[in-house]
């Protein structure tokens, strides 16, 4: 995904006075964002796989809850600096992004943050959903909702009361579309 992205956002010349080439750089940014987070999504897979393990054990008061989850979130971590710094070493310098290091190393922990609360979010959607049908449209739901309410920063006066309106008109239909979906998966089971 990173020699797309710098093959998509091929950009070494570019000037940063601009509002459309400021408009690249955001792209490339969302981009590199959504990828970091759609890597969380392998984690509802793994932990669902093992929630029958962790059920059992709890039943039998083996461990408490917090030793079982603590080791797999510490043994992730450097897992996180190791695909976050390959994606940021590939795509900084040929997206054409500041030269500055300090530049670099602050996109570099924005993502590892980004990464970290991804693989928790989708661990927490997995435990919740317990099932994996559940726990992924539990997953594309979350996605649907982050995507559907993040987005560009607009200064004020670009505001139009439209724009509101138009998130709001979308999340109320995901919401809608997961009801329904869930409501005929509850009676296809049932």
Same mark, same amino acid.
């Given at each position: 995904?990173?020699m797309i992205a710098? /093959?998509?956002?091929l950009?070494t010349?570019? +000037?940063?006075?601009?509002?459309? +080439?400021?408009?690249?750089?955001? !792209? =490339? &940014?969302?981009?590199?964002?959504?990828?970091?987070?759609?890597?969380?999504? =392998?984690?509802?897979?793994?932990?669902?796989? #093992?929630?029958?393990?962790?059920y059992?054990?709890?039943?039998? &008061?083996?461990?408490?809850? $917090?030793i079982y *989850?603590? @080791? !797999? $979130?510490?043994?992730?971590? @450097?897992? /996180?600096?190791?695909?976050?710094?390959? $994606?940021?070493?590939?795509?900084?310098?040929?997206?054409?992004?500041?030269?500055?290091?300090?530049?670099?190393? #602050?996109?570099?922990?924005?993502?590892?943050?980004? +990464?970290?609360?991804a693989?928790? %979010?989708?661990?927490?959607?997995?435990?919740?959903?317990?099932d994996? /049908?559940v726990a992924?449209?539990? !997953?594309?739901?979350?996605? *649907?909702?982050?995507?559907?309410?993040s987005?560009?920063? %607009?200064?004020?006066g670009?505001?139009?009361?439209?724009?509101?309106?138009? #998130?709001?008109v979308?999340?109320?239909y995901?919401?809608?579309?997961? &009801?329904?979906?869930?409501?005929?998966?509850?009676?296809?089971? !049932?």
């Open positions: 995904m990173a710098m /093959t998509i956002f950009r010349e570019m +000037h940063r006075d601009s509002v459309a +080439h400021g408009g690249i750089y955001v !792209g =490339a &940014l969302f981009y590199a964002v959504v990828v970091i987070m759609f890597n969380g999504v =392998a984690e509802v897979s793994m932990v669902v796989s #093992r929630l029958p393990v962790f059992k054990q709890r039943g039998c &008061l083996f461990f408490p809850t $917090w *989850a603590l @080791p !797999g $979130w510490i043994l992730k971590i @450097p897992l /996180t600096f190791v695909e976050v710094a390959v $994606w940021v070493f590939l795509t900084y310098y040929v997206i054409g992004f500041d030269p500055n290091i300090e530049r670099f190393f #602050r996109q570099y922990l924005v993502l590892v943050l980004v +990464h970290q609360m693989s928790g %979010l989708f661990r927490l959607v997995a435990a919740v959903g317990r994996m /049908t992924l449209t539990f !997953g594309s739901f979350i996605n *649907a909702i982050l995507f559907c309410m987005g560009f920063i %607009l200064s004020k670009k505001i139009d009361i439209k724009q509101i309106k138009n #998130r709001g979308c999340l109320i995901v919401l809608l579309s997961f &009801l329904r979906f869930m409501l005929t998966d509850s009676i296809k089971k !049932g």
